[in-house]
């Protein structure tokens, strides 16, 4: 497998995105609550003349929020269905390349973590759990709904 990989902390975990999933990685300093949405949507931000939706990677894992959600905040911008979304992560390290297809997770991850999961890839820096961009957008609520 030669798939480019973004790799991104999420809950201080070091995950990988499939990199032609995502159009950029951006800063975003200003965002607009949305009354009534979903609890993983952290509101919404313009970037370059369009709105995007931004996701809280965090809340849609079903995990813990630090307190606030100001200031300077990293993301990455993703396309699904022709709306465009931004996933606040931890950080954003680096893109490398898979060495492996995603194999199967042998461990007990968490609710969020397996919903979100396609498997464990190799890469020159180890093992890490590749994410599906469109579970973190779609969130926890979906799960439940499909369920």
Request: hydrophobic residues 50%.
């Amino acid at each position: 497998m030669n798939e480019l990989l973004l790799v991104v902390r999420i809950a201080g975990q070091r995950v990988a995105m499939p990199a032609a999933r995502i159009e950029s990685v951006v800063e975003l300093d200003t965002l607009i609550p949305v009354p009534r949405a979903a609890e993983h949507v952290a509101g919404l931000s313009a970037l370059r003349s369009r709105v995007l939706t931004v996701i809280c990677c965090r809340r849609s894992l079903g995990l813990d929020m630090p307190d606030v959600l100001d200031g300077i905040l990293e993301a990455a911008v993703t396309e699904l269905d022709g709306h465009h979304y931004a996933l606040i992560v931890d950080g954003v390290e680096d893109v490398i390349e898979a060495q492996s297809d995603p194999a199967p997770v042998r461990a007990a991850m968490g609710e969020g973590w397996e919903r979100v999961s396609t498997g464990m890839v190799e890469t020159e820096e180890g093992a890490l759990l590749l994410v599906d961009v469109g579970a973190l957008v779609a969130g926890p609520d979906a799960a439940r709904q499909a369920a």
